[in-house]
């Protein structure tokens, strides 16, 4: 019975709970709440501040950086079809869930639009497999491609516990750790978080 209450619960609750279940094994609680904290390094309270601010820009359709990020996306998704304004049923094929993918933001923000932009650019031949099932069957009950991006991000940065003030997880503080060792590593860590997809 309470394998099944644990099921039921992580069924239920957000993405936090990988990043709770990593924290368990890697490091083990001294209390039922408690959680370890990690002392941060002001290199990594840096990489930590930039990536938080990354994090914290939501997607803005009337940002015309934004708007251009995502005809961007559809030049990736769709070469040689031009995108008449930045609402079509085609986002549908893309595994958005409507005509206008700027409301599927709202979990991952912008980043997360970055993220698939940064995965259609740098890996076109395996973006396109996997946008248009290249290998493998389509089926009715597949998850969407364009919003399990938006969830990838969503969940590594629940994960690896990005918004909290340092990390409580020793998977948050290795990460960090990795980061301050390489002065690109924050962009091209959340830029390739699409290569989990």
């Known amino acids: 019975m309470l394998m099944v209450m644990h099921a039921i619960d992580v069924g239920a609750g957000s993405a936090a709970w990988l990043g709770k279940g990593l924290s368990c094994v890697c490091a083990p609680s001294k209390g039922a709440d408690a959680r370890p904290s990690f002392d941060l390094t002001p290199l990594q309270e840096g990489c930590l501040l930039k990536l938080q601010s990354r994090i914290d820009v939501v997607y803005d359709s009337s940002n015309p950086d934004h708007q251009d990020a995502l005809r961007a996306l559809w030049n990736a998704a769709f070469p040689g079809e031009e995108l008449k304004g930045l609402v079509s049923e ?108």
Request: some cysteine.
């Open 90 to 197: 085609k986002w549908k094929e893309m595994g958005w869930q409507g005509k206008d993918p700027s409301s599927d933001f709202r979990g991952g923000g912008f980043i997360s639009l970055e993220n698939l932009l940064f995965f259609a650019r740098n890996f076109p031949i395996c973006f396109q497999d996997l946008l248009h099932k290249q290998e493998g069957d389509r089926v009715m009950w597949e998850y969407p491609f364009a919003v399990a991006g938006v969830n990838i991000t969503f969940m590594l940065i629940q994960m690896l516990d990005l918004e909290a003030v340092k990390p409580r997880s020793l998977v948050g503080a290795t990460f960090l750790k990795i980061l301050s060792g390489k002065h690109t590593a924050v962009n091209e860590f959340m830029q390739s978080s699409s290569l989990v997809y």
